[in-house]
């Protein structure tokens, strides 16, 4: 009788599990179980991805999609305050005033 409820190749370890879940629930998505190690790692490197964005799949689609839509459209008045793309300089913690006083 043969075992088929694996196949030949490694079953993913406790580690790749419970990191998986760790990134899964970073992101905000879901995942499903590996079979082998190798599957384990690609969904790994998939969800690392995600993870790197700062946004889960459907909210990057989102952003992009309402960046695209309203690049060009005039900001409301109530807006009028917002600091504009075209005065700073840089990101971060290394921004600055592109244009001084």
């Known amino acids: 009788m043969t075992n088929t409820t694996w196949p030949t190749a490694k079953r993913p370890t406790a580690k790749q599990l ?11 998505t879901t995942f499903a179980t590996p079979i082998n190690r190798a599957d384990a790692s690609a969904e790994i490197r998939r969800l690392k991805r995600i993870a790197d964005t700062g946004f889960t799949f459907a909210e990057l689609k989102a952003e992009q999609a309402a960046c695209r839509d309203h690049d060009d459209a005039p900001l409301p008045a109530e807006l ?3 600091v504009q793309d075209w005065e700073t300089i840089g990101w971060g913690s290394t921004a600055t005033w592109s244009q001084r006083a």
């Open 18 to 28: 419970t990191y998986l879940r760790t990134l899964a629930k970073r992101t905000g």
């Open 80 to 82: 009028a305050t917002a």
